[in-house]
């Protein structure tokens, strides 16, 4: 009989051991927030013909910019503005500082930095199709 008991016993601490361990505490991570969200449109530039001022806004967030990378339809040349961290208000028009040959396509934009109001990181695409 006492045999029994401590068997009993030792299953009782192995079950309840088990249990404990399996459904601990386990932390929930939080959601990543989808990325902010880039409007790109382009306007002629009124000194060549040929060219294009690209201009955008952030339609989600403020948020502090820390590079942009321009990519051509063809994907020949990339070039990248680092912007160190400066900030964007929300809603608000911006030009890129230089003018690109209008070329036919699918121009992309790849913006990189953090919100405004928590500082949480984000890499965002956006597009803007050109015509001649």
């Known amino acids: 009989m006492k045999k029994f008991n401590v ?3 030792i299953g009782v601490l192995f ?3 088990a249990f404990i361990l399996s ?7 939080d959601p990543v927030p989808d990325p902010p969200t880039f409007i790109m449109s382009a306007t002629p530039d009124p000194n060549n013909a040929n060219a294009v001022f690209f201009l955008f806004k952030c339609t989600t967030n403020d948020v502090k910019l820390t590079k942009i990378i321009v990519t051509d339809p063809m994907s020949l040349f990339s070039d990248p503005y680092d912007l160190q961290g400066a900030s964007f208000l929300q809603n ?3 030009q890129f500082g230089n003018s690109y040959i209008k070329e036919s396509g699918t121009w992309t934009f ?3 930095g953090n919100r405004s109001n928590d500082n949480s990181g984000f890499v965002s695409v956006g597009t803007v199709v050109l015509s001649k």
């Not at 459904?23 to 991570?29: A, I, L, Q, R, T």
């Open 7 to 9: 068997l009993f016993i």
């Open 15 to 17: 079950l309840t051991t």
């Open 23 to 29: 459904s601990g505490c386990k932390k929930k991570e």
């Open 92 to 94: 608000t028009v911006y």
């Open 110 to 112: 790849s913006f990189t």
